[in-house]
């Protein structure tokens, strides 16, 4: 199986709602990025966590890693229709800095 | 102007043939990667490359050749193509391996009959 999983697979919310999303991974990582993807595009970078941080804010977007579960979380905060889209982390597994594993991703859908 | 750009955007063609997807990208970035994406959205890394040189090799099969003639270029050659190499190719690019964010180009979406 692979490096990040995301859990849930799929996510459906009202607008205004929050939306939290997990990533567990296998192997110890130098650092957690979390990506958006829209249909039919190309990803988009959110945030990177490094393993020596615990939590992390952008707007509304927070996350939070925990190293001793190999877990992290993403949280978007008073949802908005434009925030639905797909949501990746991916993991640097500490193998020398030039690859990167992402996860099955999660599937947000934000109800106007 | 478009960071990371790939052409073409459709690839549509049979079994056998070969094709090419070429990127660019005009951040002056030195680390460059393809991955594709299959059907159910699960990404995978195929290929780094850090100042033209070729860094990671995904165990792809052969028949794929990435080649990078300069550090703004990475381009994708697949020979002999497959039904399962059906798919969305992406580019990214980053300032210095997987310690910075990456960027996506818009992605080569192929199709192969």
């Known amino acids: 199986s692979q490096q990040g999983e995301e859990d849930p697979q799929a996510l459906s919310i009202q607008e205004g709602e929050n939306a939290t999303m997990n990533c567990s991974y296998k192997?110890?990582?130098?650092?957690l990025q979390w990506y958006r993807q829209n249909s039919g595009r190309g990803l988009v970078h959110l945030i990177l966590?490094?393993?020596?941080?615990r939590e992390k804010h952008s707007g509304r977007l927070r996350v939070t890693l925990d190293t001793s579960k190999k877990s992290s979380s993403l949280l978007i905060t008073a949802s908005r229709a434009a925030d639905t889209a797909s949501y990746f982390c991916?993991?640097?597994?500490?193998?020398?800095?030039?690859?990167?594993?992402f996860g099955a991703g999660t599937r947000l859908f934000v109800k106007a | 102007d478009t960071a990371v750009s790939q052409t073409p955007k459709y690839l549509v063609t049979q079994m056998g043939n070969d094709k090419s997807i070429k990127c660019e990208q005009n951040?002056?970035?030195?680390?460059m990667y393809w991955y594709k994406q299959d059907s159910k959205k699960f990404l995978k890394i195929m290929f780094s490359?850090?100042?033209?040189?070729?860094?990671i090799n995904e165990t792809v099969p052969n028949r794929f050749s990435p080649k990078s003639p300069d550090k703004a270029h990475l381009n994708l050659h697949i020979n002999s193509l497959e039904l399962g190499d059906s798919a969305v190719y992406f580019c990214?690019?980053?300032?210095?391996?997987?310690?910075?964010?990456?960027?996506f180009g818009p992605g080569t979406r192929l199709t192969v009959t």
């Open positions: 990214a690019s980053s300032q210095g391996g997987n310690s910075y964010e990456q960027y």
């Open positions: 192997t110890s990582i130098n650092n």
């Open positions: 966590i490094r393993s020596n941080e």
């Open positions: 991916a993991t640097d597994p500490n193998t020398g800095g030039f690859k990167t594993i």
């Open positions: 951040l002056g970035h030195d680390t």
């Open positions: 490359y850090n100042n033209k040189e070729l860094i």
